[in-house]
């Protein structure tokens, strides 16, 4: 875009690039027409919003369009502007340990690290905030509500970052962040309601149902220019507005996600006699699955409370298997297969002893990975994964076999 005498002249982008800080006029073409998108509501006050297009204010010849703002004076225009923006995979921390995630049905800190979204826009300085796990429908974006009580919401929600920079005696002294988030650094995360700023705690809100429990508290914050002071009134409590940014631990990327089905129950002490059709409990198990351990996390999806003295939990607690190396007795022995031995060098496979004798290397899904005969009294074996589990089974010559080991390639 250029302007000269109030017309506006921009050039198509043709090379599929958009440049941070340059402005460009949006359009499109329908029935034989070019219209420019422009910043008016359209029906304004409806609560179906949409976006005026303006067809009679411009005109494209060739790559070159002309743009005459047909109300200078007023704040409607053409003309966008693009704005630099950043997003990062978090999780959010509190003092105590616990993580920002989402409860019962709601807002609120929990035990394991949840993966968060936290987007950042440098027209305005200010960032979105919202979690992966699934509450209702679109509802993942953290949100300032009245009161100051935080919530989860389906629009951006526009919040400030304050970077600590000193603490005495519970009082804290913070600057308005305006750019990247650096991992392990105190930072207050604050949100605006009837021009009040609240600053998100990690205490949940007091009441009952829908409206405690399942959220959390904020807490009023003093703001002058980019300089926060927040002042704790209870140090001996772990409840506090500080909240740590960390990266979130990642598995080794080998699938996106497999669902093999989900488990409902009926016909219960909880249900009485229901059917598979109007069941309350549908559970269902994730297996996440790290370089050192295996995390099973079962959920529960239909309802959750008490019902008959008997409570059912969202989520429950997730159980944890360290993988490590194992020796296994199957399979019938002999003197060839028993004096094998077998150890890891890297990602290499080292077999000694057993000469002659035919090995396959399996993965958890039964898969073979590597296979062949030894030929040597010493010999390696390439296993194509890194961080994978293998079993390895030996057969010898005169039928004998043996699953002589499970163990974690490097």
Known sequence: VSESGGTITAEQVTDGTVQSGAEYVITAVREGSDYAVTNEPYSAGSSNQRMVGDKSAISITGTVLTYIDPNPTDKYSAV?????????QLAIKDIAGNYLGVGTDNLNVVPNATDCTVSYSSTDNYYNISTSAYVLKDQTNVYCGSSGRYSLNGNTVNLRLFKVVSESNGTV???Q????IVPNEKYL????????NYALTNEQYPGSGSAGSSRLTGVPVSITGTSLTYTDSNLSDDYSALWQFTTVEEAEKSFVSAFVGSMRYYNSSIDGGSSPNNSRIVQAMIIYVYSDKIVLQMKNYGETGTFN????KKDLEPYTIVRTVKDIETGTGSPVTDNIRISRSGRNLVVEGGKDCKINIFNMMGQPVASGRIEEDRQTFDLPTKNQIVFISVQSQSGFSKTLKACISE
């Open 80 to 88: 966008w502007t693009v704005a630099s923006s950043s997003t990062a």
């Open 173 to 175: 002294t913070a600057e």
């Open 309 to 312: 003295g008997i409570t059912v």
């Open 189 to 196: 995360i604050v949100g605006v309601n009837s021009n009040n």
């Open 177 to 180: 962040l305006s750019g990247e």
